[in-house]
Structures are given as C-alpha cells and as structure tokens.
T-cell receptor
Framework: RKEVEQDPGPFNVPEGATVAFNCTYSNSASQSFFWYRQDCRKEPKLLMSVYSSGNEDGRFTAQLNRASQYISLLIRDSKLSDSATYLCAVIDQTGANNLFFGTGTRLTVIP | GAVVSQHPSRVICKSGTSVKIECRSLDFQATTMFWYRQFPKKSLMLMATSNEGSKATYEQGVEKDKFLINHASLTLSTLTVTSAHPEDSSFYIC????????FGPGTRLTVL
C-alpha cells in the first residue's frame, strides 16, 4: 500500500471554476502535511502547509481530516497560471522527517 | 527564501559511465539533504538521506553501491550514479532542510 495516494487526474477546468483535490495517507501517526506545486520539468515548490484547523491563503484552502486520513486542497476562482501538478506530501514521523509525496494531480485551467 | 542549486541541470551519458550530480545550499548550512528521483508522470521517490559527516541512509530498494552519496560539507552533497544504465534515466532532485525542505531545480539524466 502506498504511503500517500492521489487521484492523478487530469482535471481540466474553465477559468474561474472552483476545483478540489484530495489526498489520502496511510500512516496514522503522520503529523505534518503539505501541498506542493510542480510545473513541468521543474522542482516542487511549497504551496502551503496543512494544519489541523485548516488554513487559507488567498484563493487556496487546505484542510486535514485525521479521522479519515486525508488532506484536501481547494482552489477558488481558478486562473490560467494555476495550471500545474499539485503534490501532497506527508512527513514520516518514524524516520528522519522524510517527505513522502503523492503521485500528483495534474490541473489544466482552460480559457 | 533559501536557495538550493544543482549541477548539472541536464546530462546525457553513455551506458556504463558514471555521473556525478552536485547539490548546494547557497545561503544556508544544511546538515541534512535529501535525494529524490522522479520518473515521468510519477511521484518523487526518496532515494536517500544525506547527513553531513556521516554515511547516507538509503531507502529500501536503493542500491548504495550504485548511488554513491557524499555530504562532505554543510553546503554540498553529491550523488554519483555509477555504471549508469538506460533505466537510470530520470529526473533527480535534491533538497536541503532548514525549517522546511528547499528543493534544487533538478537534474535530468539521460543514459543512452
């Protein structure tokens, strides 16, 4: 069973749409969760950390559901520049704080 | 924010040769660096954790004799892919840990 699982998509949405991604994790002891954005052939860049109480940064909202072991990312009012692959990542508390990534969800925002 | 560089950004080599990839933290010191590999349309997979002044810790299934890691200073870790094969062709990304992990721009390796 994979540590972190995501729907690979692709998600093709029109500009202005709201889109949500989910990611599940298998290690119930995991404590730290993140969403990264990765553009084609580039390194991942931290989009936001995910806190237990949920957090919002502009058009982006991240939430954590510990009971069901998933994290979500909501993007409102999608922009063309949001087109990218979104990776969720979890820190494995049993090791040296290694990041485990999901396969990523590809988003394309269409004009 | 913190900057991590990688060199080279792209390398093409013949099967059987060795390739060295450098990862540098430019404006901070990192006792811990990580090496990841990403195949097309796949996730980043952690290969090993590089600790300054000690041996690297390899993930299960990663051959330590094939992927040599040296973390000789607080700003430099190197990954050497020895006796490269076409199946080693991939995108190799390093990261350096400060308060969070900062990623290098990646090295695209193509083995002919």
């Amino acid at each position: 069973r994979k540590e972190v699982e995501q729907d690979p998509g692709p998600f093709n949405v029109p500009e202005g749409a709201t889109v949500a991604f989910n990611c599940t994790y298998s290690n119930s002891a995991s404590q730290s969760f993140f969403w990264y954005r990765q553009d084609c052939r580039k390194e991942p860049k931290l989009l936001m950390s995910v806190y237990s109480s949920g957090n919002e940064d502009g058009r982006f909202t991240a939430q954590l559901n510990r009971a069901s072991q998933y994290i979500s990312l909501l993007i409102r009012d999608s922009k063309l520049s949001d087109s990218a692959t979104y990776l969720c990542a979890v820190i494995d508390q049993t090791g040296a704080n290694n990041l485990f990534f999901g396969t990523g969800t590809r988003l394309t925002v269409i004009p | 924010g913190a900057v991590v560089s990688q060199h080279p950004s792209r390398v093409i080599c013949k099967s059987g040769t060795s390739v060295k990839i450098e990862c540098r933290s430019l404006d901070f010191q990192a006792t811990t660096m990580f090496w990841y590999r990403q195949f097309p349309k796949k996730s980043l997979m952690l290969m090993a954790t590089s600790n300054e002044g000690s041996k690297a810790t390899y993930e299960q299934g990663v051959e330590k004799d094939k992927f040599l890691i040296n973390h000789a200073s607080l700003t430099l870790s190197t990954l050497t892919v020895t006796s490269a094969h076409p199946e080693d062709s991939s995108f190799y990304i390093c990261s350096a840990k400060l308060n969070e992990q900062f990623f290098g721009p990646g090295t695209r390796l193509t083995v002919l």
